[in-house]
Each structure stands twice: as structure tokens, then as C-alpha cells.
């Protein structure tokens, strides 16, 4: 009896000890941070984590952008938020693989500018249809592309350039990170509008592309502002103008490219989210809302700052409107040059 009594006791302090836990975990789980806009994790209000997925390999600007906003967005979502890496054709595995997901909320897309170009670049029929087969969610970054080179070529600004490639034609040489993005597309279209041409030579990414601009292999070179910010900081290399709408913070002295005589010229590089065509509007809002809250964090922006990015949440019509006017710019574009994917 003795030994059934102590049992029972032990099973009893058991259970208190459970009930204690369980409390103990639920009440410090609004120290998470931002608790009251949490949706919950627990009983029936729990939810599956949700996929985001970048079409590129680990440790690029997409992929760090991805994992920023997945340490940020379970705090306004209440779920896990789980970059997946699915990289190959220049990003169409990983785009078209969203693009078939179930539109059920338990998958998003993180994606730059290729989103678009890669499309009208496509030798065969298009793995996706960037306007058909998505829903926007927000745009996330913007980063200007620019025109870069070495600190000592004696080039002061892009009318120098200019300059240089109308007195040698087709010499003139330009890296860029890669055949058919769009960076190599935004250079083809200064040059036409500039009426010069020049000599491209395709890099396997945009830091190979500025390396080459450093080491004199070529004469200049169009990339993000990511893979460049180091070395003009330390003088290295000069930015004879930015892609932006407006001058770049981090670049106050250096001109825009419309500035320097090409009215409306843009060349960015964004990073944007999208979700499967077919998402409910309830979801694609919920995301959106989480997205411009994480976006107006201070941490978040000054992250993606020092990356060389500027945080721009916008409304999914504002990214709509955005994809309805790129696809049929770089489509053209493509047409004309003649350009294609490797």
C-alpha cells in the first residue's frame, strides 16, 4: 500500500510539474517580440511553416535578403519561415517550381530582376509566365546598377566613356554577370541610345565582372551596386553613374544615368515576393502587411544597407503595375539586340 501511495504521489508531482512547464513556456512567449501582432503557435491556430523559396544558390544577395526577412517575418506571421535554395537555368528551376505550388499560403518566392528578363531570353517556350502564373506580394529591395571603373583610367564620367567607345568601336570592352540578365540587356540599351557600340565580355556573376573592371581586363563594368560598393568606398574603382531613379544615399557625388543625358534610363537590380497564381487575396494581404512591417524595422533596413540595398515594400498592385511594364520593356529590348540566354 505504501509503495502504491508513493506511486500515485510521484505521478501527481509529475503532472504539477508539466502544468508548471507548459505555463512557464506560454507565458514568456510574448518575449518573442512583437507578441500582440503574433498569430499563435499552439492548438488549433498553429500552422505549417512556410517555404520561401530563392532560385539561386546559398550565399547570394537574394539568398541573404531571404534569410533576413525569415528571421523577421514568424514575429508578425506566427509560423517558420524556411529558405529553401533551388538554383539552376539561370533561376527558372526555382521560379517555376513556385509556380506550380499549391496556392494555399505555405509557399512564397524571392526573386530579382531575372524574374522578368528571363522570359523574353528563353530559346524555347518560357518555364513561366511572370504575369499568368504569380501573385505579387511586395516588392523588398532595390539596388542600382553601375558603371564602374578603375580609379586610375582617366575616365571622370559616363560622357567619357562615351567618348572612348565612339572612338573605338566594338573595342571597347564591358564585363557584365552574364550573357542575357539584365544588366547585360540595360548596357546593350545605353549603348544603342548613346549610338556607340562596344565589346561585351560575360562573367559568371557580378563580383567576377567588377574583379575583372579592377584588374584592367576589360574597361568597365555594369553590375549591382553590391558587388562594387567595397571598392568605391576605398577608391578603387569610380562609379561614373548609377541605374537609379534618383542619386543613391551611399553614392551622393556620382550622377544618375538619366542625369547623364538618357532620360528615363533605369537599371536596377529589385528583389521582390511573389506567391502562386491562385493565392486567396486574404493571404496574399496577410503576407504583404507582415513584409512592410518587417521592412520598416530599423535592424532590417540597416542590413539591407549595408548590402548595398535600399528596403521598398510596396502594395501588390504597386508590384503588379511594376511586372506589366518591365516584361514588355526587356522583351523588346531583347528583340532588337538579338540577345538570348547561354
Not at 76 to 89: D, K, M, S, T
Not at 211 to 236: E, I, K, N, T
Not at 270 to 295: M, S
Request: with cysteine; aromatic share 6%; charged share 20%.
Amino acid at each position: 500500500m505504501s509503495d502504491a501511495r508513493d506511486d500515485s504521489r510521484l505521478a501527481a508531482r509529475r503532472r504539477v510539474l508539466r502544468s508548471l512547464a507548459c505555463a512557464g513556456a506560454l507565458s514568456a512567449y510574448p518575449a518573442l517580440g512583437h507578441a500582440k501582432q503574433l498569430v499563435p503557435f499552439f492548438g488549433k491556430s498553429a500552422r505549417k511553416p512556410v517555404r520561401l523559396v530563392v532560385p539561386f544558390a546559398a550565399g547570394g544577395s537574394t539568398d541573404i535578403i531571404a534569410r533576413i526577412l525569415a528571421a523577421y517575418l514568424p514575429d508578425y506571421l506566427g509560423q517558420p519561415v524556411i529558405v529553401e535554395n533551388r538554383a539552376g537555368a539561370g533561376g527558372n528551376i526555382g521560379v517555376a517550381s513556385v509556380a506550380k505550388a499549391e496556392p494555399d499560403g505555405g509557399t512564397l518566392l524571392l526573386v530579382s530582376s531575372s524574374f522578368v528578363t528571363n522570359p523574353a531570353l528563353a530559346r524555347e517556350r518560357p518555364a513561366y509566365d511572370p504575369i499568368r502564373d504569380f501573385v505579387p506580394v511586395s516588392l523588398v529591395a532595390s539596388s542600382p546598377d553601375v558603371i564602374a571603373v578603375r580609379a586610375e583610367s582617366g575616365l571622370s564620367t559616363l560622357a567619357d566613356l562615351l567618348r572612348e567607345a565612339g572612338a573605338r568601336p566594338d573595342t571597347l570592352s564591358y564585363a557584365t554577370p552574364g550573357n542575357g540578365n539584365s544588366v547585360h540587356l540595360a548596357a546593350e540599351l545605353l549603348w544603342r541610345r548613346a549610338g556607340v557600340s562596344a565589346l561585351h565580355v560575360p562573367y559568371s556573376g557580378a563580383a567576377p565582372a567588377v574583379m575583372a573592371a579592377l584588374g584592367a581586363q576589360v574597361d568597365c563594368a555594369f553590375a549591382a551596386l553590391p558587388a562594387a560598393q567595397a571598392y568605391l568606398a576605398d577608391g578603387r574603382l569610380r562609379a561614373l553613374a548609377a541605374g537609379s531613379a534618383q542619386r543613391w544615399p551611399g553614392l551622393p557625388d556620382v550622377p544618375t544615368i538619366a542625369e547623364s543625358g538618357f532620360a528615363d534610363f533605369r537599371s536596377e537590380t529589385i528583389q521582390a515576393l511573389f506567391a502562386p497564381a491562385g493565392t486567396p487575396p486574404a493571404l496574399r494581404d496577410r503576407f504583404n502587411k507582415a513584409i512592410v512591417e518587417v521592412l520598416g524595422r530599423n535592424p532590417v533596413r540597416k542590413q539591407l544597407r549595408g548590402l548595398g540595398f535600399s528596403a521598398v515594400a510596396s502594395s501588390p498592385e504597386e508590384l503588379a503595375s511594376r511586372v506589366a511594364e518591365e516584361v514588355p520593356k526587356w522583351a523588346s529590348i531583347a528583340s532588337q539586340t538579338g540577345i538570348s540566354a547561354d
